[in-house]
Structure formats: structure tokens, C-alpha cells
């Protein structure tokens, strides 16, 4: 993500904490500057900043910068303080024993899916998708599932983020296709991943909704066309959406309140 015009210095130094994460290892100033949008000087200032607040670590030695052991701090606290997964543990841990398949919870962030958790199917595949990774949302069960049920402002913000990629022959590829698909989603209650993302891998999804319609979450469970179909996951549908509409009630009680929404600001 990008800091936008209002986020300052702050929003520009988590931009430069962004990319650090995002090369996925150790990296040195260099190879920073080379994909950086800011001088070789304010580069060079956020990061040794960053590395002052513990945000980013610098190995002297080998010159080279890597996240920081406070981001694992803060990672724990928002996964107890904001995540569903805590609440969630024994609804998905019921529904992977009456299942024996993957079972993903999901959150939208900014526009794109973050994985929180995961139950492994009783004979586990190799998928994409991990807890505290972000996948997209346009072309996963949990993600179309979620913003099925966004309303029409934040559904158009989350639209302008997908990049429509063709990840295999059945990725809706376009705006115009997603749309309808939502659309579907909505009257059936549920969303499906029919190969979008992976070829081979299936799910069929449940959003979480709070009591007035607020996307807070979605639920999958997810195998392989080898083991089963969609009309096989389909039976499922009324057990995965009874599961999240669980998760909400536990939620509205626990966090995610609406009056707190509507005290806020």
C-alpha cells in the first residue's frame, strides 16, 4: 500500500517498511533505492529510523536490512486484539474434524484478503493460501464472498485495488465479471472458487456478517478438484454458513460492537 497524500512522513516511512517485507529477505540499501519513489537520502533516514524503533533490524556485517523483532510484538497484539481468529479457534476446529478439508478464516485489508487462520485437511495440499498471508480478493472464495456484501462506496474502493490478473482459465478477469458474480453471491448466500486463484484447488465460502450486514470476515472450505466437486462442497453450504453466522455472534459480543462503530469520531 502506498502512502496517500495526507499520511506524511509517517505514511512514507510504512512504505519503506512495506518494501522491506515485501522482498521477502534480508535486502540491502541498494537494491532499495533501486525500487524506491524517494531520494537516496530519505531513504536512507526512514530506514535508519525504522531501525531505531526496532521496526527494521541492520546486520552491519552483511548490509542488509530485515523486519524487526518489535513487528512481531505488534503482529500478536493485533492478531489477540483485532483478528477473529482467537474467537473463532473452536468453531473452525469443529468444522475441519466434520470435514476432514482445509479450512481458511479471512479478513479484508485494504481491499485484499488476509489470511488470519487455517485448519489443515486431513490429507493437507500444498494451496497458496497460509495464515498471515495476503491473497487477492476478486479471485478467492473468501475474498468475492466479502465483498459481495460491501456497501457500495467501500465496494467500489476495493475494486479500484484488484488488479484483474488471469491467474488460470476460469479467473473472472474483469470488472464487468466480478460484478455479476457478486451479484449471484449475494442471492445464493455463499461464494465459490471455481479454480480462480489455482488450478486444482476448490472452495466454497460464507461471509461473516454482523446482525446489520457488516462484512467482518468469510469463511472457506477449501480441497481439490481430484477429491471432490463443487456440488460436493455445495452440501456443505448450509453447515460453513451456519459456522460464520456462529463466528458473528461471538464477535458482536467480544469486538466488534456496532454502537462502538457508531460512537467512534
Not at 489470511?115 to 480478493?137: H, I, L, S, T, W
Request: overall charge neutral; charged content about 20%.
Amino acid at each position: 500500500m502506498m502512502a496517500e497524500a495526507g499520511d506524511g512522513t509517517v505514511g512514507k516511512a510504512l512504505d519503506v517498511l512495506d518494501q522491506v517485507a515485501a522482498c521477502g529477505r534480508p535486502v540491502r540499501f541498494s537494491d532499495l533505492l533501486a525500487e524506491s519513489r524517494y531520494p537516496k537520502a530519505t531513504l536512507y533516514r526512514f530506514l535508519q529510523t525504522l531501525t531505531h524503533q526496532g521496526m527494521l533490524s541492520y546486520d552491519a556485517e552483511s548490509q542488509h536490512y530485515a523486519l524487526g523483532v518489535r513487528l512481531v510484538r505488534l503482529a500478536h497484539a493485533a492478531w489477540a486484539q483485532s483478528s477473529l481468529a482467537p474467537l473463532a479457534r473452536p468453531w473452525l476446529d469443529r468444522l475441519s474434524a466434520d470435514t476432514g478439508e482445509t479450512i481458511h478464516l479471512a479478513q479484508l485489508d485494504q481491499g485484499q484478503v488476509l489470511y488470519v487462520d487455517k485448519r489443515n485437511a486431513a490429507r493437507p495440499v500444498e494451496m497458496f493460501a497460509q495464515a498471515g498471508k495476503v491473497g487477492p480478493a476478486y479471485c478467492t472464495g473468501v475474498g468475492k464472498a466479502m465483498l459481495a456484501h460491501l456497501e457500495p462506496q467501500a465496494l467500489e474502493q476495493a475494486l479500484q485495488r484488484q488488479s484483474f490478473h488471469r491467474f488460470t482459465p476460469h479467473t473472472l478477469a474483469s470488472r464487468a465479471l466480478l460484478l455479476a458474480e457478486l451479484a449471484a453471491i449475494r442471492a445464493r448466500g455463499f461464494a465459490y472458487d471455481r479454480e480462480e486463484h489455482e488450478p486444482g484447488i476448490i472452495c466454497i465460502a460464507a461471509p461473516i456478517l454482523t446482525r446489520t450486514g457488516r462484512v467482518i470476515g468469510a469463511l472457506s472450505v477449501t480441497s481439490t478438484t481430484a477429491r471432490t466437486t463443487l456440488e460436493g462442497l455445495a452440501a456443505r453450504a448450509p453447515q460453513i454458513t451456519e459456522t460464520a453466522a456462529s463466528i458473528a455472534a461471538e464477535a458482536e459480543s467480544w469486538r466488534f460492537p456496532e454502537q462502538q462503530q457508531a460512537g467512534r469520531g
